[in-house]
Every structure is written in structure tokens, then in C-alpha cells.
T-cell receptor
Framework: GESVGLHLPTLSVQEGDNSIINCAYS??????FIWYKQESGKGPQFIID?????DKRQGQRVTVLLNKTVKHLSLQIAATQPGDSAVYFC????????????FGTGTRLLVSP | ETGVTQTPRHLVMGMTNKKSLKCEQH?????MYWYKQSAKKPLELMFV???????ENNSVPSRFSPECPNSSHLFLHLHTLQPEDSALYLC?????????????FGPGTRLTVT
């Protein structure tokens, strides 16, 4: 399930560090954003979402920040663990009321023990 | 496991073959999706079905033909494909096509066209 062949930005961190993965989205009309995690051999898995009327949302060990002014989204992972190693995608959805997700290219997170 | 299964997991086919990919969801969802994940592009939406009706065709070539006989099953029929169609084909489902309904992905079928 990897985006093999794509030149993915890679973030390498040590176990226990905090990770920040960034995403620039394209459409100012997008009002719903999702972060997905894709491990090798698997499909993408939902992590956290945020609507455009919020600028921050927290989950378990993860926080998503939304800056609509510069069309930027970030995912913060606290106390990163080796099991967090994966490709992370952001996806945006235009304000249409139904799902038609547009995905970013992804960032590969490598966590070393 | 996500509750979405895909078969086969790997498929090699020639350009003149006809094959089908199968997706099944055990989540009681009403919406199903086909995505293409290739080496050169981000994950791309291909088709959306809601209550067995196709609601989105994202300008997909006619050599890809989807079929949704019921809300639990989705097929992608393939014929006369090109080498550039080699990719990971992912199926997903969600409760509805409404924004905010989480999509659950299957593990994908790795397709190689020779």
C-alpha cells in the first residue's frame, strides 16, 4: 500500500520525539480535512479530521492544526513510536456536502528506536 | 482489519485480458468507492456508489467498468488495459456519502499490466 515511486518527503525522528507533518492544500473552498495513515501493505486509515470552522482539534496523541489564511494543515504526533512509521496523507473536501476527497502526495514518517 | 476486503491482492494481466477486482464490506455501509494509487500520482478517486447507484465518475477511461450489485459488493471490471494502468486499486466504504462519514479502506489490489 505504499506510494512507491513517488518522491515523498520523508521525516525521520527518534522514538519519543514529537513529529510534525505538514500539508498545503489547494482549494480555498475546501471546508473539511482529514489525515490518513498508510502502513506498508495496507489501505489508508483515518486518523483525525477537522472542519474549517475550527483551527485545532486533538485526538489521542495527535493534534491537527488548520491555518486557512495560508491554506496549511499540520498533523502533530506526540511521543512518536516505531508503530507510527507509515506514509501520512492529508485530504481535503470541497464545500459540496458530499465526499469527494482530494489527497495530497503524502509524507513518509520513519521512527527509529 | 477494517471490515473491507479486496480480492485478489495481486494481479498480473496482459493488455488483451479481461479481469475483475472484487470488494466486499461487512460494515453495513451504503457508499462504496474505487481509488487508484499509482507510483506517479497521489491517491485518485475513480468512482462513487451510493445505495448501488453511481454518483461519481471522475473522468475514468471506459476500459474500467464498475459494477455495484448491492451495497456490500463492488466490482471493477478491467479490459484492454495499458501498462500505465499498473497501480494499487483501493476500495473504500462509508456509511453515506455525506461529509464527515469516515471512509474505511480495504488493503488494495496490486495490479500489474504487462
Amino acid at each position: 500500500g505504499e506510494s512507491v515511486g513517488l518522491h515523498l518527503p520523508t521525516l525521520s525522528v527518534q522514538e519519543g520525539d514529537n513529529s510534525i507533518i505538514n500539508c498545503a492544500y489547494s482549494n480555498s473552498a475546501s471546508d473539511y480535512f482529514i489525515w490518513y495513515k498508510q502502513e506498508s501493505g495496507k489501505g489508508p486509515q483515518f486518523i483525525i479530521d477537522i472542519r474549517s470552522n475550527m483551527d485545532k482539534r486533538q485526538g489521542q496523541r495527535v493534534t491537527v492544526l488548520l491555518n486557512k489564511t495560508v491554506k496549511h494543515l499540520s498533523l502533530q504526533i506526540a511521543a512518536t513510536q516505531p508503530g507510527d512509521s507509515a506514509v501520512y496523507f492529508c485530504a481535503e473536501n470541497k464545500n459540496t456536502g458530499f465526499q469527494k476527497l482530494v489527497f495530497g502526495t503524502g509524507t513518509r514518517l520513519l521512527v527509529s528506536p | 482489519e477494517t471490515g473491507v476486503t479486496q480480492t485478489p491482492r495481486h494481479l498480473v494481466m496482459g493488455m488483451t485480458n479481461k479481469k475483475s477486482l472484487k470488494c466486499e464490506q461487512h460494515l453495513g455501509h451504503n457508499a462504496m468507492y474505487w481509488y487508484k494509487q499509482s507510483a506517479k500520482k497521489p491517491l485518485e478517486l475513480m468512482f462513487v456508489y451510493n445505495f448501488k447507484e453511481q454518483t461519481e465518475n471522475n473522468s475514468v477511461p471506459s476500459r474500467f467498468s464498475p459494477e455495484c450489485p448491492n451495497s456490500s459488493h463492488l466490482f471493477l471490471h478491467l479490459h484492454t488495459l495499458q501498462p500505465e494502468d499498473s497501480a494499487l486499486y483501493l476500495c473504500a466504504s462509508s456509511l453515506s456519502t455525506g461529509q464527515g462519514d469516515e471512509q474505511y479502506f480495504g488493503p488494495g489490489t496490486r495490479l500489474t499490466v504487462t
